[in-house]
C-alpha cells in the first residue's frame, strides 16, 4: 500500500499562496488517479482536487475553482496542490490521496492516509 506524506502547510494571510506537495512511496503513483481532499475542525473530509494518470485532466471542486492548481510529477511520484488568493474558510488539514471517479464524483480510493498538512489562512 502506498504512503503519503503531505508538507508544505502553513499560517498565511487572506489573499496569500502556498503549495503544497505529496509524496508517494510504494506502488501505484504512476497508474492512479490522485486527489487532494480537505478537513475542517469539526467538519467531515471533502473533496478539493482530482488529476488523472496519464493525460493529467485536472478536477476541481467548486468552492476553489480558479484559485487552487493541482499537478503531478511521475519522475517523483509527487503530486502538488499550489493554492493562490487563500480565504479564510480555507483554513484545514489538507490530504492527498488516490482516487476514482463515481457516480460522476472523486472519492478516496485508499484507505490509508497520511498525517496532512495544516493550512491557516487569517484574514
Known amino acids: 500500500q502506498a504512503r503519503l506524506v503531505e508538507s508544505g502547510g502553513g499560517l498565511v494571510q487572506a489573499g496569500d499562496s502556498l503549495t503544497l506537495t505529496c509524496t508517494v512511496s510504494?506502488?501505484?503513483?504512476?497508474?492512479?488517479?490522485m486527489g487532494w481532499f480537505r478537513q475542517a475542525p469539526g467538519k467531515e473530509r471533502e473533496y478539493v482536487a482530482a488529476?488523472?494518470?496519464?493525460?493529467?485532466?485536472?478536477y476541481y471542486a467548486d468552492f476553489v475553482m480558479g484559485r487552487f492548481t493541482i499537478s503531478r510529477d511521475d519522475t517523483k511520484s509527487t503530486l502538488y496542490l499550489q493554492m493562490n488568493s487563500l480565504k479564510p474558510e480555507d483554513t484545514a488539514t489538507y490530504y492527498c490521496?488516490?482516487?476514482?471517479?463515481?457516480?460522476?464524483?472523486?472519492?478516496?480510493?485508499?484507505?490509508?492516509w497520511g498525517q496532512g498538512t495544516q493550512v491557516t489562512v487569517s484574514a
Open positions: 490521496q488516490q482516487v476514482m471517479s463515481a457516480g460522476g464524483r472523486w472519492i478516496a480510493k485508499g484507505s490509508s
Open positions: 510504494g506502488p501505484g503513483f504512476r497508474t492512479d488517479d
Open positions: 488529476i488523472r494518470r496519464r493525460f493529467f485532466q485536472t
